[in-house]
Structure formats: structure tokens, C-alpha cells
């Protein structure tokens, strides 16, 4: 990999911890992945929650008009056979009330955006733990108050705030784990940060199979948040760079020399390393800062912005709307399912070598072809059995789960560093645009059955071909100045 030519100052925080990844960090990035399972559970319920289901009008008041929305049905019968409960079934979401079911899973993510950027915000004011602990008692508060819901209303509001609770844990917990890693393994730490995703999306097809009522469905995977405010107790999940920067140095030194005792590592100039790194950063604080208008006041760093986000746009778009789509298609919802999702664990593990052999570009070009190949071709192949037709969506959130892990990395290495936070941060935003937008895409297929792989494919094509609008990374410095990101990417190798 080509080094940046100018000396690099030593991490303080790494230093004294010894390794990039020593068993103190270790222990608490596994512990924060365990908080990452919600995030599967909250995001994709809705495949079970509002489930497909035959219904017809109650005491046949309905005739035999074949369509049930053009039957002036007074009350509505429901197929109980795999499900005893739904949401749908619950509060009559059908025909000119189905939209309430499509905000249901948009509120969700509306919540997740605001989460994200709130308790950010707030993270960065008053702290990673804190921050973290209130949106782990939020989530297990409003998770299980959904499943309590007398009112469509309440079902709704609980749902949006179950969704902040979720974008907080995400924020919160990830800053912290990538500022206890080192730079060498931070790509590796931030592409298995989403394997907790997969693996609780996994698991949804099992509460389901075995909890048929949604309220009982809810509550099952809601109250394992218990677990993540009783660890938080037992193992002190703090950012000792955080505490560092904000000039917290008593409790730093605490937190780094349990850290460095954990990892076998000498503790005795701790303080004194720690209040000289506090004095080099204060006296270079006077380097330049970037803004938002920066990313799109320059014509090739704007372009690199856009693609991005596009890219992102569609990665949410696509992951989320499938995982609902394939409840839809012939087969076992539960079955069907939980290979899905499953898929989405080697997928994101391919994600390490692809990228770090072929490039972040190549694998981000690959990986959104296979979902747009496969979404189109299910699109347009009503003659395929069943079995292929499944095949084929899976193929799409496959391909989905490899694009999620590589624009995270991608996107992180794409902004220079004056605005790093702030261009992915944009991406992030645009991305929950797209996971709104899916639910509703989805629903199209009550119209007709080939519409939302038709969509989701041709968007996943489209972020293929944009995925040329963007430099390699892979090998190369980090920018640093605006002046970096606007010229990143025309230059040579060897410039």
C-alpha cells in the first residue's frame, strides 16, 4: 500500500493499549456487536409483522366480486393457517388503509435517520456510554411497548421511536469501536460490525415460526435488550479518545490503564503520555475545517458525492425491499426467509478479501451487477417455477449484503478527512431516504407482481454504471484538504 509522505504522528490511545487490536479491544467490540442484532430485528420485523395474507369479506357480505378492495365488505376474513395475528389482521390494514401498514416500516426508518443524527450529536456532547445506555433502555422500553399496542397510533409512535433507539445504539456503538481500533484493522472491525445485521435478520424467521401472534413475535425479540443494559454495567464501554479530547484526562487514564493491564502492557507513563498528546493536538487546532457546501462546491468532488450517495440510496432501497418481497413469493415465508438472510453473512465476509484484492470500486461494481442482473431477471421471468424465483431474489440481497459492507469502508476512504464525518454522514441520510422509499415500492406488487424487482433492478444497474464516477481507494492515501478530494482520484498512482 503507497504511504502518505508526510511523518505520522503515533496514536497516544493505541500506543499505550499496544496493538491496533490487543484483547481489551477485542472484548469490547464483541460485547458492541451483540447491540448490532436489534438492528436486524428492529428493520426487517415488518416481514413478519404485515405479512401476506388471504382475506375475503366475513359472512361472504362482500359477493363474489374477485377483488376484496372492490367489495363493500363490512368486515374481513382472514387465512389463520400460518399466522394466528398479524399487524394487518390486527387493525384491518387492506385496500384503502394499506398505506398505514407502508408508514409503519417508513416511520422505522425515519427513526433510525433522526437516531443516527441526534444521539450523534449528543454522543459527541455528553459522551459515547451515556448516550449508548439511553438508546438501549429506549429500545427496550418502546420495542415492548409496541407489542403492547392498544391503538394503531401508539403501534405506530412506538415503532418510530424503537427506530431511534436503533439509530442510536448504531451511532454511538460504532464511534466507539472505531476509536479503540487501530487503523490497520478498522476496515476489518467496520465490515464485520455488520454480521450481528445478518445474523439477526437470520434469526427473525425463527421467533416468527415459533410465536405466530405479532405481539408475542414483538416482545420476543424486543426483550433481549435487557442483555444490553446489563452488560453495560459489568463491562465499562467508554471512548478513551473521547474522554482524551474533551480533556477528561483523570478518567482516561483510569479507562486506558485497565485497557493496558488487560493487554499485558506497561502502565506507569500513561498520564504523562496522555497529557503530552493533549498538548500536540491543542497547539495543531488551528488546521483548516470543511463544511457541508464543501463536498458539492467543487465539480469532482461533487461528483464523487452524488455517485456516493446514490450508491447508498439504492443499497437500502434494495436490501430492505427484497427482505420484504420474498415473504410474497411462492414457498416457505420461513424457509425462504432465513436462507436469505443467511446468505448475507458470506456475503459480508466476502467483502474482506474482494475488497482488499480486486478494489473497493471493482466489488462495489460486481456486487450491485449480480442485484440488478437477478432483480431484472425475476422482473421479466413469470414463467420461472418457484423455487427459481426465490433464487433469484436471494441472489439480489445477496449481492446487497456484499454493497452494505463495502460503501461503509468505501465512502469512509472516498471524503477527505476535513469532512469525512460530515460526506458520510450525508450518504448515511440519503441511504434511510431509500429504505423509506421501499416499503412502498414493495407494495406495488399488489398491482402487479413484477414491478418492485423491476424497480429495484434497474436502480442496482443504474449504481453499477455510477460506481465509474469514483476513484479507487484501495492502495492509496487517505485525502486530507478539500483541495485533496477535488484532485483524489485524477491524479496517478505514482502522483
Not at 435488550?225 to 482516561?252: C, E, H, M, N
Not at 499485558?264 to 493536538?281: F, S, V, W, Y
Request: net charge positive; proline share 4%.
Amino acid at each position: 500500500m503507497q504511504k502518505d509522505d508526510k511523518p505520522q504522528r503515533p496514536d497516544p490511545v493505541i500506543a499505550i493499549l499496544g496493538s491496533d487490536l490487543g484483547r481489551w479491544q477485542l472484548m469490547v467490540c464483541l460485547w458492541i456487536f451483540l447491540s448490532k442484532f436489534p438492528t436486524g430485528w428492529v428493520q426487517i420485523s415488518m416481514t413478519f409483522l404485515s405479512a401476506a395474507v388471504k382475506v375475503t369479506c366475513k359472512d361472504g357480505s362482500g359477493g363474489n366480486v374477485t377483488d376484496i378492495c372492490e367489495a363493500n365488505c363490512k368486515e374481513y376474513e382472514y387465512d389463520r393457517s400460518t399466522f394466528e395475528q398479524t399487524v394487518i389482521m390486527e387493525w384491518d390494514l387492506v385496500c384503502d388503509r394499506e398505506w398505514l401498514d407502508k408508514l409503519g416500516q417508513t416511520l422505522v426508518m425515519l427513526g433510525i435517520m433522526l437516531g443516527n443524527m441526534i444521539m450523534g450529536l449528543l454522543a459527541d456532547k455528553w459522551g459515547r456510554r451515556p448516550m449508548f445506555v439511553f438508546s438501549c433502555v429506549l429500545q427496550l422500553i418502546a420495542g415492548c411497548l409496541v407489542s403492547a399496542s392498544p391503538w394503531l397510533w401508539f403501534f405506530l409512535l412506538m415503532r418510530f421511536l424503537d427506530g431511534y433507539a436503533t439509530g442510536g445504539t448504531m451511532s454511538t456503538g460504532f464511534t466507539i469501536i472505531m476509536e479503540i481500533v487501530g487503523k490497520s484493522k478498522r476496515e476489518l472491525m467496520a465490515v464485520l460490525y455488520q454480521i450481528p445485521f445478518n445474523l439477526g435478520h437470520a434469526t427473525l424467521p425463527v421467533f416468527s415460526y415459533f410465536l405466530r401472534h405479532w405481539r408475542w413475535y414483538h416482545f420476543g425479540f424486543s426483550s433481549f435488550s435487557v442483555l444490553y443494559i446489563v452488560y453495560f454495567w459489568v463491562l465499562q464501554v467508554k471512548s478513551p479518545r473521547w474522554l482524551v479530547t474533551t480533556g477528561r484526562i483523570d478518567r482516561a487514564v483510569v479507562l486506558l490503564e485497565k485497557g493496558a493491564k488487560f493487554n499485558n502492557q506497561p502502565t506507569d507513563k500513561i498520564r504523562q503520555d496522555l497529557e503530552a498528546a493533549q498538548k500536540i493536538t491543542q497547539a495543531s487546532s488551528t488546521s483548516q475545517k470543511g463544511n457541508l457546501g464543501d463536498l458539492f462546491k467543487h465539480a469532482y468532488l461533487c461528483q464523487k458525492t452524488i455517485a456516493m450517495a446514490f450508491n447508498w440510496l439504492v443499497v437500502c432501497m434494495v436490501y430492505y425491499g427484497i427482505s420484504k418481497y420474498i415473504s410474497a413469493l411462492t414457498g416457505n415465508i420461513f424457509i425462504n426467509n432465513f436462507i436469505a438472510a443467511m446468505l448475507g453473512v458470506p456475503g459480508t465476509c466476502l467483502c474482506v478479501p474482494a475488497t482488499k484484492y480486486m478494489g473497493r470500486r471493482i466489488t462495489l461494481f460486481i456486487s450491485n451487477l449480480t442485484s440488478g442482473v437477478s432483480l431484472t431477471l425475476l422482473a421479466f421471468g413469470s414463467g420461472f417455477s418457484g423455487p427459481i424465483q426465490v433464487s433469484l431474489a436471494t441472489i439480489g440481497l445477496f449481492g446487497a449484503s456484499v454493497t452494505f459492507s463495502n460503501v461503509y469502508l468505501y465512502a469512509g476512504e472516498l471524503f477527505p478527512t476535513v469532512v469525512r464525518p460530515t460526506g458520510v454522514g450525508v450518504c448515511s441520510f440519503v441511504g434511510r431516504v431509500g429504505s423509506m422509499l421501499a416499503p412502498w415500492i414493495e407494495g406495488l406488487k399488489t398491482k402487479h407482481i413484477w414491478m418492485p424487482p423491476a424497480i429495484f433492478g434497474g436502480f442496482a444497474l443504474a449504481a453499477a454504471a455510477s460506481v465509474f464516477l469514483m476513484p479507487e481507494t484501495r492502495g492509496y492515501p487517505l485525502p486530507e484538504t478539500i483541495e485533496d478530494g477535488n484532485t483524489f482520484g485524477r491524479k496517478s498512482r505514482q502522483e
